[in-house]
């Protein structure tokens, strides 16, 4: 069965840092760009960061730059979503994606193969 599983949400407190981890099962995940998506309750779903199946091309969002990284382990078959000096604006559902293609995942918010989420609530 070929999925996707993400891993690593929780509560954390504005400032902390949490790591979410996005691992495949049933297909090898260096074929594929990976990106990771959030959707906040009422808001649409936005494209946080993407990045190759190589590794050599990386995106974020705006809103993230500077505070979120987004390492791949082809060997662990994982993509991890690091996030640090998080904000209550933050909090959402954290998806991960994989597509073949690039421009399809990281511009067109298109993927063949998504996760179930996983809940990331930044609060005091």
């Known amino acids: 069965q070929l999925q996707l599983v993400e891993s690593g949400g929780g509560l954390v407190q504005p400032g902390g840092s949490l790591r979410l981890s996005c691992a495949a099962s049933?297909?090898?995940?260096?074929?594929?760009?990976i990106a990771w998506f959030r959707q906040a309750p009422g808001k649409e779903r936005e494209g946080v960061s993407c990045?190759?199946?190589?590794?050599?091309?990386?995106k974020y969002a705006d809103s993230v730059k500077g505070r979120f990284t987004i390492p791949r382990d082809n060997a662990k078959n994982t993509v991890d979503l690091q996030m640090n000096s998080l904000k209550p604006g933050d909090t959402a559902i954290y998806y991960c994606?994989?597509?073949?293609?690039?421009?399809?995942?990281?511009?067109?918010?298109?993927?063949?193969?998504w996760g179930q989420g996983t809940q990331v609530t930044v609060s005091s």
């Open positions: 994606a994989a597509d073949r293609s690039l421009y399809r995942i990281c511009q067109s918010y298109q993927a063949e193969y």
């Open positions: 049933g297909f090898t995940l260096g074929y594929y760009t």
């Open positions: 990045i190759s199946g190589s590794g050599g091309t990386t």
